[in-house]
């Protein structure tokens, strides 16, 4: 087993540098779909492909048994301008690899794509296990995770667990997100004159109420709703025109206290701005306490939390677990990294929490 871990560790690593060395920015993830491709091909694994999502199934997989699925994504956002190294340049130093995409999800990736590897051979499995690497889940694409889940290709799935840096804990629970456009209705006038309505103080007064609202009911793992303003604007280009129409966004973060058009009809009866969702899709996503796979990262040492960010999990229509290698403190930072003992203990990780789910009686070596 030592040595089997040792190896998959070497070729994971290996793998995310390749990986990092590929751009794959939200809806351009081909090139890492390819190589992807080519690491199912060298080993003789089947696989199969649907737009940039890749998936396969363990080599004896069986209809009649549960089967749990390993998730986690290949695209990468765009790096910010305070990157000091080549975000794409896979540097090695200090036991750290930097590079874009090291932590959020790749050293996820490669070490969820060790483990189903380790599994893959393998007669005595109570559970089929399914890897799928995901496109688009930076953007919440329609193209990723729920193009695949909603096209029934992978099957009927029981639980997943989806890798995202998160210190190899577990989010038993996330936050769903809903986006708000927003927009303040006025009236045009000249900025000299007491004329026209500020359609920008009222969109003031209505992030002002954002700012201090708190939402009545909080939820034991994920605690309170978040509501955040993060974008606003006015068409008008001139300095002295009131303007007639301001225009701003809100990340609201939501709980398992209220569903996502309870949150915006919330909202929008406190506010004068007209309120529009961008979608209902990304919803709350949560897996019980007694779970197994729960009960086995627990007895392994890890806690449970609820995460506030959102990822594939909002649109994976079963139980879901959130785990993985890497800090999520340092995802989209400039310079990010993730330590090399940090993919090989996650390897690790993965292996032993699934030996307790998927291993069939006996069968613990």
């Not at 956002?77 to 874009?100: A, Q, R, S, Y």
């Not at 129409?245 to 701005?273: G, P, W």
């Not at 939390?305 to 079963?318: E, K, L």
Request: hydrophobic share 40%.
């Amino acid at each position: 087993m030592a040595q089997l871990l040792e190896s998959l560790t070497i070729d994971s690593i290996e793998l995310l540098k390749r990986l990092i060395a590929t751009p794959s920015f939200s809806r351009e993830e081909d090139q890492t779909a390819y190589l992807l491709e080519e690491f199912f091909r060298e080993r003789n694994m089947p696989f199969s492909r649907m737009n940039n999502n890749l998936w396969s199934r363990n080599k004896y997989y069986n209809p009649d048994l549960p089967t749990v699925l390993l998730n986690s994504h290949h695209d990468t956002v765009k790096p910010n301008p305070k990157w000091t190294l080549d975000p794409f340049n896979p540097l090695v130093e200090d036991g750290k690899l930097f590079g874009l995409g090291s932590n959020d999800a790749g050293g996820c990736l490669v070490s969820l794509l060790a483990t189903f590897c380790y599994f893959y051979h393998r007669t005595d499995l109570a559970y089929n296990i399914v890897f799928a690497a995901s496109a688009e889940e930076e953007v919440s694409g329609a193209n990723g995770m729920e193009l695949l889940w909603n096209s029934g290709k992978l099957g009927s799935i029981d639980f997943a667990i989806v890798g995202e840096p998160t210190q190899m804990h577990l989010a038993i629970a996330e936050k769903g997100l809903l986006v708000l456009d927003c927009m303040a209705q006025g009236k045009a006038g000249h900025a000299a004159r007491e004329e026209g309505e500020n359609a920008l103080y009222k969109a003031l007064d209505d992030i002002a109420w954002v700012r201090s609202y708190e939402f009545p009911k909080e939820s034991p793992m994920l605690g309170k709703m978040k509501m955040t303003a993060t974008v606003i604007r006015t068409e008008n280009q001139q300095h002295n025109v009131v303007p007639a129409n301001c225009y701003f966004t809100l990340d609201v973060r939501v709980t398992d206290q209220y569903t996502l058009e309870e949150a915006c009809d919330i909202i929008q009866a406190h506010m004068k701005s007209e309120v529009q969702a961008r979608s209902v899709r990304l919803r709350p996503s949560s897996i019980p306490l007694e779970h197994p796979v729960v009960q086995a990262g627990i007895q392994l040492g890890r806690t449970t939390y609820g995460s506030p960010t959102t990822s594939d999990q909002a649109v994976i229509g079963c139980a879901s677990l959130k785990m993985g290698p890497g800090d999520s403190a340092r995802s989209h930072q400039a310079d990010e990294f993730i330590y090399l003992h940090e993919i090989e203990k996650g390897i690790q990780l993965y292996v032993e929490v699934l030996k307790y789910v998927v291993l069939a009686k006996g069968g613990l070596a």
